[in-house]
């Protein structure tokens, strides 16, 4: 079997996704117990327990959500859809655990204000980040209100010295990786979820940038996250990992004795309410409980995953230079079997 580095895998002749490739342990773990690898991180001034952030999607982080992850150490980006936006900001930030909102191109200034004034981390939301209109934005909100800015979505490294230049502190990665996305289908853009980090990840260290990397999209299990992280993301978004937990905003729906809760893309119908160009599907998800319960989760999965590859912290499993790639037949003999 042969192992790759990151390079040999970002010059890979196929675009790849999670689940094409798996890590693998080449050395002897210094580590007893999966509780001793520390998880934390300083994502733009903000202390994390855990590097996961919450998608500004209106099925997943409402008011709610993004008060009980910052309680759990990580951070829920609020929708810019309904009027959550609104209603957070005429709360004192001192008072609560929400740190970051999203906001739109259209977003006026009044809003602007308050959310400077609560000091928010702000993303501002788009489907394309590489557009002269996004960077102009970026450019405005920085100059003028000296926020900590994430933009997104971007699929390859071309424009990261453009977007950090305007001002961007992170940027989310990403195009049509999404289980809800359909961007890749109507437009026939997007690449493989590893293949995209890959890229941005190693422009970033060619251009010797600062920018944040988020990986958005395509994350499934808490071993995604451990693999995201180890192919260099600094965090991951997690969009239909938590669409199905009592926090996430909408109702819990009984059908066919089974409980399911609503789960959408920013640009579906259901969202948009007019007939656009439509590139998101809206579904029903399992309710999974608690947020918490699901937190717990990815934090013990990723744990695992550092004590099997000898890291005691984020920053040596980035550094981890091994990686299998599989074929579908060894995919699948890894899925459960009833």
Not at 72 to 78: H, M, T
Not at 161 to 171: N, P, R, V
Not at 305 to 321: C, I
Request: hydrophobic share 35%; aromatic share 6%; charged share 20%.
């Amino acid at each position: 079997m042969k192992i790759y580095s990151r390079n040999e895998l970002n010059n890979y002749h196929l675009s790849l996704t999670y689940d094409d490739i798996s890590l693998v342990p080449a050395e002897i773990s210094r580590i007893k117990t999966r509780v001793e690898p520390d998880t934390k991180i300083n994502f733009l001034g903000e202390d994390l327990s855990l590097p996961v952030l919450s998608s500004p999607m209106d099925s997943v982080t409402g008011n709610e959500m993004a008060q009980v992850l910052g309680e759990l150490g990580c951070l829920g980006i609020v929708n810019r859809f309904d009027s959550s936006v609104e209603n957070l900001v005429k709360i004192s930030s001192g008072t609560n655990n929400i740190k970051a909102v999203s906001a739109g191109l259209n977003t006026g200034d009044d809003l602007w204000e308050k959310i400077a004034a609560h000091n928010y981390v702000v993303c501002i939301d788009t489907a394309n980040a590489n557009n002269n209109e996004v960077l102009k934005k970026i450019e405005y909100v920085k100059s003028k209100y000296n926020l900590r800015v994430i933009a997104g979505n971007i699929a390859s490294g071309a424009t990261l010295q453009s977007l950090e230049s305007a001002g961007t502190d992170a940027i989310r990665v990403g195009i049509g990786s999404g289980s809800v996305c359909t961007t890749s289908i109507q437009t026939g853009i997007g690449i493989g979820q590893v293949s995209s980090l890959l890229d941005v990840c190693f422009k970033r260290e060619e251009q010797k940038l600062k920018i944040k990397i988020i990986a958005d999209g395509g994350i499934k299990s808490a071993g995604d996250v451990a693999k995201a992280i180890s192919l260099g993301a600094d965090t991951v978004m997690l969009g239909r990992m938590l669409a199905g937990s009592k926090e996430a905003p909408g109702e819990v729906i009984k059908y066919n004795g089974q409980l399911w809760k609503k789960y959408r893309g920013s640009a579906s119908f259901g969202v948009k309410m007019k007939n656009e160009f439509i590139e998101g599907e809206e579904t029903m998800v399992p309710y999974r409980g608690t947020v918490r319960n699901i937190i717990n989760s990815i934090s013990d999965g990723l744990r695992s995953a550092m004590s099997y590859m000898n890291s005691f912290n984020l920053d040596e499993l980035r550094g981890k230079e091994s990686f299998a790639i599989l074929s579908n037949s060894s995919y699948l003999e890894r899925l459960p079997r009833t």
